[in-house]
């Protein structure tokens, strides 16, 4: 394989799992906000502090490794990967909730 090729294939690869890991970070916004419960102007500041971080580390990662150009691929790759994470994310939720709602019926007809 050409080495153009395979430095094309690790930066969508790159880009993909900062898709990834910006959901992981959503993720974990989301359950601050269900332990912390907050009011619609701290809901705000933290999406708009969300959102401005992961510009930062979109421009970053395109900047370093593609010298600042926008490449479509590189953000299709981002979104890609936000995507499936959420995906995986829908059937991880729904499959622990049937686990735990095993758990305890089990729980509660063994007494």
């Known amino acids: 394989m050409s080495e153009g090729i395979l430095f094309e294939l690790q930066f969508f690869s ?16 989301r359950i601050f906000r269900r332990i912390i419960p907050h009011g619609v ?13 992961c510009g930062v580390c979109i421009f ?13 691929f590189a953000i299709a790759a981002v ?12 059937f991880i939720k ?11 019926r089990v729980i509660i007809n063994s007494k």
Do not use: C, P
């Not at 701290?42 to 971080?53: N, T």
């Not at 729904?94 to 305890?104: E, R």
């Open 60 to 72: 970053r990662m395109l900047y370093l490794e593609n010298s600042g150009a926008i490449r479509g």
């Open 79 to 90: 979104v890609l990967g936000m995507i499936l994470y959420l995906q995986i994310s829908k």
């Open 41 to 53: 102007a701290a809901v705000a500041l933290e999406g708009l502090l969300y959102w401005l971080v």
């Open 94 to 104: 729904k499959t622990g909730k049937k686990l735990h709602n095993y758990i305890k």
């Open 14 to 29: 790159r880009a993909f799992i900062l898709g990834v890991l910006m959901m992981i970070a959503y993720d974990g916004v």
